[in-house]
């Protein structure tokens, strides 16, 4: 039998010698105990892990016994609107933590659910088709393709949609039943010409930037030919944006020798125009005015320098001075290596989760529907006309599925900030005269 051995250390050699009978028997307790040890171990890890999967068995099964008022939320998570996509999930998960540790609705837990269109229109459309067999209402989506995919299944299955209907030629095809989530473009859109044209009187001659695949942007293109002309500003065209083709779009504007420039576009191409246009010797900033869909945080802090002195409008304020908005920006800071919500979806989805609970409350409802057609109807008619609501940047109201609300005029810095314009009747009491010296310098509104 082969003897195991010992090594002994001496100077500069080792010697190999038997073990004794006693070390033996020590050396053979020893790994006993270990082994004891060790399987006592596995016994109580594997005990434990074995509670654990008990627990959240246990928990699954009261969760699914549980009442719970369910919220649909269709959003392109993925995709190439994934950037706003991120942000409204962020909210809805956001919203739903407020309101359970506030008691839920009537003292029962909400559960928001997030559904990804991945900005495909034949997606939104398989996602609407399911909601609508079983939901009372439905959120999303939020961009106007996907919304515009899922209109026949909406007005086919009479369900309140709470999506992107923010044109009125849409919301009278789809009343009552099509409310749209942000604010009223055309309105905002209008009121941002006007006051680009106070504080900027010497501007005459116009040029409209917008994309030909987007209908919205075509839509609003038309209706400020005719506000120009009340403004009496010149009217010269609309240079159509095709994506990629942005500088034969530029040199196209440069052609038409205008003096002014409203952009329609979305923000990457916004970016695009503005910084070719500038290169090319349209050096004053504020010759140009954009739409809340031009706004965007990486295209801001991508073009700080020339986006300087030039001039867009938002649905929403991120520096807005409300507690509520406080707590909320924080929260979203504190997730997003502290940066401020990009995007007016942010307030105006938390906005629409916060309606949707009182009107649960105010109609009395149950978390699971008991009429579900008679539940729906209630539930338009709350939406479509819907009483004056405190919202997280200030109160807002549904007028017949048109969503009215404030609208924020900015003028970026040197630095890329948003700085607020003062309102007209602020704008008229320093600068009654309104003359051209008094009002273009953008120090006056830092």
């Not at 016994?43 to 699914?64: D, M, P, S």
């Not at 909406?154 to 309140?160: A, D, F, K, V």
């Not at 941002?192 to 010497?202: E, F, M, Y």
């Not at 942007?217 to 005719?226: C, N, P, R, V, Y």
Request: net charge negative; with cysteine; charged share 25%.
């Amino acid at each position: 039998m082969e003897k195991k051995l010992l090594s002994v250390r001496g100077r500069g050699k080792t010697e190999k010698k038997p073990l004794s009978a006693k070390s033996r028997g020590q050396e053979g307790r020893k790994l006993a105990k270990a082994f004891l040890v060790l399987g006592l171990l596995v016994c109580l890890f594997g005990a434990a892990w074995q509670a654990e999967a008990l627990r959240q068995a246990e928990n699954r099964k009261k969760a699914e016994g549980t009442p719970c008022y369910e919220l649909t939320v269709l959003v392109p998570v993925t995709g190439a609107l994934s950037y706003i996509g991120e942000p409204v999930q962020w909210t809805m998960e956001y919203a739903q933590e407020v309101i359970n540790a506030a008691g839920g609705i009537n003292g029962i837990p909400v559960r928001i659910s997030v559904l990804d269109t991945e900005c495909n229109t034949e997606k939104a459309k398989n996602l609407i088709s399911e909601a609508v067999k079983e939901q009372r209402i439905l959120i999303g989506p939020i961009d106007t393709p996907g919304t515009m995919a899922g209109m026949e299944l909406i007005l086919e299955h009479r369900i309140p949609n709470v999506a992107t209907y923010s044109y009125e030629e849409i919301r009278i095809q789809t009343a009552p039943y099509g409310i749209s989530y942000l604010g009223d473009t055309e309105e905002g859109e209008i009121e941002a010409v006007k006051h680009w044209k106070r504080l900027n009187p010497d501007i005459s001659r116009v040029i409209i930037l917008a994309s030909p695949t987007e209908n919205s942007q075509m839509d609003i293109a038309e209706l400020l030919e005719g506000v120009l002309e009340q403004l009496g500003m010149e009217f010269v065209e609309v240079v159509l944006v095709e994506q990629g083709q942005e500088r034969r779009a530029v040199v196209q504007a440069l052609n038409d020798k205008a003096d002014g420039y409203i952009s329609l576009v979305r923000a990457e191409e916004h970016g695009i125009i503005v910084s070719e246009l500038r290169k090319r010797g349209i050096t004053e900033g504020r010759r140009f005015t954009a739409s809340f869909a031009s706004y965007e945080s990486g295209m801001i802090e991508k073009n700080q320098e020339v986006l300087a002195d030039t001039y867009i409008w938002n649905k929403y304020d991120a520096d807005y001075p409300g507690e509520m908005w406080k707590k909320l920006a924080a929260a979203y800071q504190e997730d997003h290596e502290g940066k401020l919500p990009g995007s007016h979806v942010v307030p105006d989805m938390y906005n629409v989760v916060m309606a949707w609970k009182q009107c649960m409350e105010e109609l009395g409802l149950k978390p699971e529907a008991e009429d579900l057609e008679r539940e729906r109807e209630k539930i338009a008619e709350w939406f479509y006309n819907s009483p004056v609501l405190e919202g997280i940047q200030g109160e807002y109201q549904w007028i017949e599925g048109s969503k009215t609300s404030a609208a924020y005029y900015f003028q970026f810095d040197e630095k890329g900030d948003c700085v607020l314009v003062p309102p007209e009747e602020a704008l008229e009491a320093a600068h009654p005269k309104n003359s051209a010296e008094n009002v273009y310098p953008s120090e006056n509104w830092k």
